[in-house]
């Protein structure tokens, strides 16, 4: 089975701090996904890559296959970006689970 | 109105008494997923379906059972609920596998006393 390690746990940053939340997996995966869940409990897809790099608005998704790693950054942060970033993956090779990270938790203070 | 629908969104009920939370979507998506968040755990598929046909078990899914009455009605049921079913549960749709975006429904918090 699939290891997904999310570092940090917590993160508090100040208005406008660049961001960066890192995901380790331990198999070879197809693709990676990046969800967003908010204070309320509602949970957003971000992004789904298997290579290379994808951004939306401030968010840039990389990943690193073959040093099974991803990061999520948010440029200029904002207190609306205050949620539970959660990663996870998909092993591929006939699996049809995701084995999803603990999440970070980002709080951005005005 | 939200394209993936979860109801209740808040239950409390006793040990041993049966409930079902249904999810509904308006996405035209054939799959469809139940998932439970524990705190500091992530996120562990109970069911998925990937079409009305097709009934899969997940992770963990001793305790529950799924019915797909359509392609847009998903519903999980816990037979006889008992404290450590207590938890956040979600749907969620794909229009493909796992290499497809997911999309949540807002969550049912589930409390079993």
């Known amino acids: 089975k699939n290891e997904v390690e999310q570092s940090p746990q917590n993160l508090t940053a100040q208005e406008g701090e660049f961001i960066t939340i890192n995901c380790s997996y331990s198999?070879?995966?197809?693709?990676l996904h990046w969800l967003q869940q908010h204070p309320g409990g509602g949970i957003v897809s971000l992004f789904m890559?298997?290579?290379g790099k994808k951004k939306h608005g401030r968010l840039i998704a990389t990943i690193n296959i073959q040093e099974k790693h991803s990061s999520l950054h948010i440029t200029a942060s904002h207190p609306r970006d205050s949620a539970v970033y959660i990663c996870?993956?998909?092993?591929?090779?006939?699996?049809?689970?995701?084995?999803f990270g603990k999440g970070t938790k980002l709080s951005v203070i005005p | 109105d939200a394209d993936v629908t979860q109801t209740p969104r808040n239950r409390i009920t006793k040990t041993g008494k049966r409930i079902m939370l249904e999810c509904s979507q308006t996405?035209?998506?054939?799959?469809m997923y139940w998932y439970r968040q524990d705190p500091g755990l992530g996120l562990r598929l109970i069911y998925y379906?990937?079409?009305?046909?097709?009934?899969n078990k997940g992770e963990i899914s001793d305790g529950y059972s799924v019915s797909r009455q359509a392609q847009a009605k998903f519903s999980l049921s816990l037979e006889s609920a008992i404290p450590n079913q207590t938890a956040l549960y979600f749907c969620?749709?794909?229009?493909?596998?796992?290499?497809?975006?997911?999309?949540f429904g807002n969550g049912t918090r589930l409390t079993v006393t």
């Open positions: 969620a749709t794909s229009d493909g596998g796992f290499n497809s975006p997911l999309h």
């Open positions: 198999v070879g995966i197809s693709a």
């Open positions: 890559l298997s290579s």
């Open positions: 996870a993956v998909n092993s591929g090779a006939g699996s049809y689970q995701l084995t």
């Open positions: 996405k035209g998506h054939d799959r």
């Open positions: 379906s990937f079409d009305v046909k097709d009934i």
